[in-house]
């Protein structure tokens, strides 16, 4: 079984930064992309960055500029630097992988179990 766990979250203020973290661990053979989505109250959850295998790279519109997404494939780890902050990125963090497990063929979607970012005004 392969785990996600999530570190980095807090309250911070405006125009403040915070640094995510999401580490993969378990029998895992290889990763190939890794993402954070948010979900904020009463919101769906929405993609936030997105980064392959190879080092391609995605946000969304409400993020680019602000947040840089990258990954560190020797440690299975995924990282969000999140740069001024506005109260409309209060959410609910979570980061997924599409992960092989050794001894299955294909690859899984695995979720972290979240970490809450708070911008306060």
């Known amino acids: 079984q392969v785990q996600l766990v999530e570190s980095g979250g807090g309250l911070v203020q405006a125009r403040g930064s915070l640094r995510l973290s999401c580490v993969a661990s378990g029998n895992i053979v290889s990763i190939n992309d890794m993402s954070w989505y948010r979900q904020a109250p009463g919101k769906t959850r929405v993609l936030v960055a997105a980064?392959?295998?190879?080092?391609?790279?995605r946000y969304g519109d409400s993020v680019e500029g602000r947040f840089t997404i990258s990954r560190d494939n020797a440690k299975n780890t995924v990282y969000l630097q999140m740069n001024s902050l506005k109260p409309e990125d209060t959410a609910v963090y979570y980061c997924?992988?599409?992960?092989?497990?050794?001894?299955?063929?294909?690859?899984?979607?695995?979720w972290g179990q979240g970490t809450q970012v708070t911008v306060s005004s």
């Open positions: 980064v392959t295998s190879g080092g391609s790279l």
């Open positions: 997924n992988a599409a992960a092989q497990e050794r001894g299955i063929n294909y690859y899984l979607l695995y």
